[in-house]
């Protein structure tokens, strides 16, 4: 079936460091790959997307590009902020509909 | 400004008594969702719902009812058949149709049995 798997947390960096979050995905069709942000007590927040192989969302400083040959949607940002604590989703959708499916959730601590 | 609204922001319920919890949406979207969300875990599915009077359960849709007789609502029930309903709830809504639409999410409930 279609799902996303993501890498566990929790990850803690301190500021300006490099952030890397993996997720990978399986799907019976061509989808379309999110990151979303959550910040405590609070929904989701889209923050970047990519609708076909090869293009790169990005947003805040943060990027992803959509590789189809490895399935994956890596979410990388150069150098992170103390603001950038939060919890990351990695979510897809089939365009054949619109059932979402998103990955368990990376939280990322950032330290000063 | 359009977006999705979930009220109330936080919820408390007796043991045996049902709850709803409102969502509204001015996007003129035509599909809407409803996910449960444990501390640390991922969204799970409860409900979803393409079009008007008509819905489909999700993964986890034992101990809940929902109903959609407008397109801008869809509220969830959360029934007394609930074994464990403390968690945070969250409404989402999209676009239907090809195009990568992204879901948009309302601020969540965070519900808690007392």
């Known amino acids: 079936g279609d799902s996303v798997t993501q890498m566990e947390g929790p990850v803690t960096l301190s500021e300006e460091a490099f952030l890397t979050i993996n997720c990978t995905y399986t799907?019976?069709?061509?989808?379309?790959l999110f990151w979303y942000v959550q910040y405590p007590g609070e929904g989701l927040q889209l923050l970047l997307k990519?609708?076909?192989?090869?293009d790169k969302g990005s947003n805040k400083g943060f990027e992803a590009t959509y590789r189809k040959e490895t399935t994956s949607f890596h979410l990388e940002k150069g150098s992170v902020q103390v603001s950038d604590s939060a919890v990351y989703f990695c979510?897809?959708?089939?365009?054949?509909?619109?059932?979402?499916?998103f990955g368990t959730g990376t939280s990322l601590t950032v330290i000063p | 400004d359009g977006g999705i609204t979930q009220s109330p922001k936080y919820l408390f319920r007796k043991e045996g008594q049902n709850v709803t919890l409102s969502c509204e949406q001015n996007?003129?979207?035509?599909?809407m969702y409803w996910y449960r969300q444990d501390p640390g875990q991922g969204l799970r599915l409860i409900y979803y719902?393409?079009?008007?009077?008509?819905?489909q359960k999700g993964d986890i849709a034992e101990g809940y009812s929902v109903s959609r007789e407008k397109k801008e609502s869809f509220p969830l029930t959360v029934t007394s058949a609930q074994k464990n309903p403390t968690a945070f709830y969250l409404c989402?809504?999209?676009?239907?149709?090809?195009?990568?639409?992204?879901?948009?999410f309302g601020q969540g409930t965070r519900l808690t049995v007392v």
């Open positions: 989402a809504s999209s676009q239907l149709g090809p195009g990568g639409t992204e879901a948009f």
């Open positions: 799907a019976t069709g061509y989808p379309s």
């Open positions: 990519a609708t076909k192989a090869d």
């Open positions: 979510a897809l959708t089939l365009n054949t509909g619109n059932q979402f499916y």
């Open positions: 996007l003129n979207h035509d599909a």
């Open positions: 719902s393409q079009i008007v009077n008509d819905f």
